[in-house]
Structure formats: C-alpha cells, structure tokens
C-alpha cells in the first residue's frame, strides 16, 4: 500500500488527490479535526480512510502504517465507533415529529451514497439503515454490519443533514434491547404477535363469546371510556357501538399492553430520543380509522410518546410495485388517518411504500408532508437493474435461479405475480434485459428471492452470485448512484419534497 504515500502527502497539506489508476477518490469525505486530516479512497476496490496527523483521533482509528506518513484505515466496527465518537453527523439521531422521513432499507451496503444525493437539500429526512431481523438474517448480515454501512457511507459524502437508523418491525423484547444498545435512533415495534388473526375474521357472535374471557375490570374500564360514546377528532366524529368496542378491545388490548410495557421499559429509559414507531400493519384486515384511533387513544392515554404509527391500510401495499385497490376509497379512508394522527401529533407511517406512485399524491396532500415512508426492497431492485446494463451473463443466471426458486421465497413474503406474463429470457436480447425491472411480475420475483440469490452456494461451498454481484456493483457504483437518484427521487417529487 506504498503507493498511497502520495495521496497521504498531499492530505497531510490539506490537499485532496486526484482519480488515478486504480485509485478512487471521495472528495467529500475530506475532513479534519484538530490537527487530523481524514480522506476516504477506494484502492484497488477496497474502501479505506486515509488518516494523518497527531491527536488521539488518529491513534484511536486503526489502520496499516504508510511509510511512516499516515495510515490506511479499513471501514471495520471499531472505526466506524471511532468515527461516531469524533464526528456527530456520523451517528444516527431521531428526527420526531415535525419533519417527514424516508426508510431506505439498502440490503447490500452499497445504496446509501445514492439516497444521500437524493435527499440533500429536500424537507425530508433519511433512514438510511433500516432493516428488519428477516432480511438481515435473509441476507447473512448483523445489525452491526448495516450500521458500519451507513455510518461510513454518510462519511464518504461527507453528509452533514442527519439520518436514522431503523430497528425495523422488531417483535422480541430482548432484540429492542439489543437494537438500542447499538444506537439505533428509531425502534418499530411489530405488534402482529398480539393481534389475535382468528378476531379478525371472527362474527359478531364469536366475539361476544370470546368477550366473556375478558376480564371484568378490563372491560369495565374500556365500557366506561367508550361504549356509546362519540369522540370528536381533529374534525371526525367517531363512536363505538357495542359491537366494534368489543371487537376492538379483543383485537388491540394486548397489542396496547405491550407497546406500553416497550415505551416504559426500553424507550424511555434512554437517555437519548429515539423515534418509537408502532406497526400494527403486518395483520390481515385492515385496520378501521376507528380502530386506528382506539388503539393511539390508549397509548397516548398511558403515556407513551408515539413518533409515528403505521395502520393497514386498505387495498394492497405488495412489495415493490404500484398500489393495488380502489385508490378513492384509499383516499377516503388515508384522509381520516391523517387526521387522527395529526390530532395526536405524530405522523402516519406507510410500510412497503416503495413503488406506490399512485397514492403518494394523496398520501402528500392529507398528511401535509409530514409522514414516514417505509422502503426497502426496491433499492435492491434498481442494483438489479444495473446488473442487468452492465452484465447481462450474471442476470440471466439469476433470473434462471429466481424462477427455479420462488415458490421458496413464498414462505417470507406475500407476493402474487403472474410469473407466466414475464417474457422468456431467449426472446429478450442483452441490451433490453433492464427492461424486466419494469415488469411487475419480474420485479417480485426479484424482490423476494434476495436472500436466496445473495447467499446460493455451489457444491463446492463457494457463492454462485455473491462475490461476482458485489464486484459487479463495485465497479458500477456510480450507476447504482444515478439508479436510486432518478428512482427515489422520483418518489421524493411525487410525495411532494
Ligand atoms: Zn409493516
């Protein structure tokens, strides 16, 4: 590593290098504290933060000595510590309620440069880790992994706008625990596990029979609160009827129960704010305005600080494409969420979000721009469509196996493309195959076969498409860049930022 002896001289004056064979410069990365000058280079395809200088930034980061003139340090867990010690914009933080913000769930580490360049400058705010416990484990990754990713990514821009990072749809207490110790500056609470699923298609007969096992004070103090009363909301009149009170209160009070067990045991202890979004989204009904309101009422009631609250919300949200639904009757029922949330003052969350082009307008418009956005799998979905410009022989392997191997992602994701309508792979020439990412079909079939495809192996223990996607990617990244810029920004301008 010698010949990054030049480059550290130059630093070592303040001066930043140039490209050159082999060597790729992040100019905005340039930073100095007190007498430290730090760079990030990618040499040779590995990313390092050059350091020079004295001061105890430079003896805390670890890295190989350059010919006694700096050092070259690797983007390991321990630098990245160093880097959220020293610089402040490289941690996350939580952004509350008066701002919008958007999850950007980056499966493989390499999407946060983009969705950096994305945001820069709108009135909205990123997450730019956010991943759920099954995708990391889909994907072979840590929590740890993808905090480093984010956090060296943020340095590499240079990106000094602030972004968060999600413990996303965490159900178990000891994984909250676990996010937060981490610093994670937003934890989404997944309740679906106290959602009783055989409720919710339950008559009105079953639920008064199950009703008798609620407990009597239980249901002494939600009668006296509700039953045939009408609650005036930010403009709605909602009341509850026998009926929907006892079908509520068999739906949502375990639900409640918990999330205030979470709020007072884990969230607030923190000596820090974190952004404590509620998900009873992953359910299969949709979730009434009404119901809506019962379950924030509690909450608010029992004081737990809500930043954000994602409903179910009518029609489908399916991974990575277009709503699905009769749109004016989302519109009817988005406006009444809106304004139930903005009576409790936190902001509606919409989950699986990315793709959704004909209901961010609406979306836009009732919540007044303050909202959170939940994406993830189309980022993938566009590092999909750069493998597919720049090496056609490596898509076609994986759309080969993503056919072979959908019914085994079936078992994680609810999808439902008609896998017959996507075209042959020997009718579509090389310099169309970009196209596919424009086929809803082909786009779910990607969309959930992630985890197979990123972690296949062959009968000799090695990646059939790991190391050549990633180096593929690598050597594209400025592709991948301009792919999340025109596709999220596109999300960004229809939201309305
Ligand atoms: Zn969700």
């Not at 945001?119 to 730019?128: C, D, F, N, S, T």
């Not at 992630?450 to 190391?467: P, S």
Request: hydrophobic share 40%.
């Amino acid at each position: 590593m010698e010949h990054l002896l030049p480059t550290i001289d130059l630093l070592a004056q303040g001066k930043i290098a140039s490209d050159s064979a082999g060597l790729k410069v992040y100019k905005e990365s340039h930073t100095t504290s007190d007498d430290v000058h730090l760079l990030m280079v990618k040499d040779q395809a590995e990313k390092y933060i050059l350091a020079t200088g004295n001061g105890q930034l430079y003896d805390d980061l670890e890295g190989t000595d350059i010919g006694g003139k700096g050092k070259a340090c690797p983007l390991t867990y321990e630098n990245r510590l160093v880097l959220n010690r020293y610089f402040d914009y490289t941690a996350p933080r939580a952004f509350g309620t008066e701002i919008a913000t958007i999850g950007l769930g980056d499966r493989l580490g390499l999407a946060s440069p983009g969705h950096i360049e994305t945001v820069k400058g709108k009135e909205i705010k990123p997450v730019l880790a956010q991943q759920s416990i099954r995708e990391l484990t889909l994907t072979n990754r840590s929590m740890t992994d993808m905090l480093d990713a984010a956090a060296f990514a943020v340095f590499q821009e240079g990106y000094k706008g602030g972004y968060g990072a999600d413990g996303d749809h965490i159900k178990e207490e000891s994984d909250i625990k676990y996010a937060l110790s981490l610093g994670v500056s937003m934890i989404t609470l997944d309740c679906s596990d106290q959602i009783d699923k055989t409720i919710e298609e339950a008559s009105d007969e079953v639920i008064a029979e199950e009703f008798n096992n609620v407990p009597e004070e239980v249901k002494q103090r939600y009668f006296d609160k509700y039953l045939n009363k009408t609650f005036e909301v930010n403009g709605l009149s909602l009341s509850f009827d026998e009926a929907s009170l006892m079908r509520n209160i068999l739906l949502y009070d375990e639900a409640i129960t918990y999330t205030t067990h979470i709020y007072n045991e884990y969230i607030s202890k923190e000596d820090r704010a974190i952004d404590f979004e509620i998900s009873i989204d992953e359910t299969e009904t949709v979730t009434a305005p009404i119901s809506h309101f019962f379950v924030a009422n509690e909450l608010i009631e029992r004081g737990v600080t809500v930043v954000s609250l994602a409903p179910r919300f009518c029609g489908e949200f399916q991974k990575g494409i277009d709503y699905i639904g009769d749109v004016e009757q989302f519109e009817v029922e988005l406006r009444e969420h809106a304004l139930i949330a903005e009576h409790f003052g936190y902001k509606l969350s919409i989950h699986s979000g990315s793709d959704k082009f004909m209901v961010f307008p609406i979306i836009a418009r009732y919540t007044k721009g303050i909202f959170h956005v939940k994406t993830a799998g189309t980022n993938w979905l566009e590092a999909i469509r750069v493998i597919a410009n720049v090496n056609p022989g490596l898509y076609r392997r994986m759309h080969t196996f993503a056919l072979e191997n959908f019914e085994e992602a079936l078992k994680y994701y609810h999808v439902t493309p008609d896998l017959d309508s996507v075209a042959s792979l020997d009718n579509v020439s090389d310099d169309q195959l970009a196209e596919y990412m424009n086929d809803d079909a082909a786009r779910q079939l990607f969309h959930v076969t992630y985890g197979l495809i990123l972690t296949a192996k062959d009968d000799k223990d090695e990646f059939v498409f790991r190391d050549e996607f990633f180096k593929t990617l690598d050597e594209h990244e400025d592709d991948y860049r301009a792919a999340l810029v025109s596709h999220i920004g596109r999300h960004i301008e229809l939201l309305g930022l």
